[in-house]
């Protein structure tokens, strides 16, 4: 038995072994100190040079942006889905006149269907918008309330009706003989909205 390799494989196992040892220097002392490096910045330039290409392309279609920003601006500026006011006490005021006007319109005899109190409601949830609302409490019957809220919405500007609640007047005993009183039976409360166009609050 023989007890050492035989030469052959002697030689051939410090070839294996200067080959493992050149690698470990390699990896130790080229590799991680002047080759990762090289690759890393071969990497972000590869980067940038993609960026900049992105970039010349959108430098290219910006007549095309610039012109479509003046067509948006245009449109928004001929918007009438917006109160034309740019002060809240102003657009309140304008509300007030269109409700009034809506009830001139549709509310028949001013006895029974008549606008009794109104005022500004501030505060409220901030929105995209600056939202201008107005309370209202009128006295009217259901026919002409409903022409007169249908106006309200279905015009321009947009106009919103909310909180909106009906209450049946009860007028007590009423002798045999006699009228009940010539006012509409129907007490309506509700509000008025609209939006200006500037911007309001920022959501959190």
């Known amino acids: ?24 220097v390699y990896l130790l002392g080229v590799h991680w100190w002047f080759v990762a490096p090289h690759l890393e910045i071969a990497s972000q330039m590869s980067d940038l ?31 009438q889905a917006f109160l034309g006011q740019t002060e809240a006490a102003a657009a309140a005021a304008d509300l007030i006149q269109r409700m009034k006007q809506a009830v001139t319109d549709h509310g028949g005899d001013s006895n029974r269907c008549q606008v009794l109190t109104h005022q500004q409601l501030t505060g409220g949830k901030p929105e995209l918008y600056e939202k201008v609302t107005i309370q209202v409490r009128m006295r009217c019957d259901l026919e002409p309330l409903s022409l007169i809220l249908y106006q309200l919405e279905s015009g321009k500007p947009y106009l919103f ?42 959501k959190a």
């Open 1 to 24: 038995m023989r007890l050492l390799p035989e030469s052959n494989n002697g030689r051939l196992l410090a070839v294996v072994l200067a080959l493992i040892v050149l690698l470990l």
């Open 49 to 79: 040079r993609e960026q900049q290409q992105r970039f010349l392309e959108t430098s290219k279609q910006r007549p095309e942006i610039e012109k479509r920003l003046v067509d948006v601006r245009s449109f928004e500026q001929s918007n």
């Open 161 to 202: 009706v909310d909180q909106l609640m009906i209450y049946k007047q009860n007028y007590g005993y009423v002798a045999p003989g006699q009228k009940a009183p010539q006012q509409s039976a129907l007490d309506i409360r509700f509000n008025l909205s609209g939006y200006m166009r500037k911007r309001g609050a920022e």
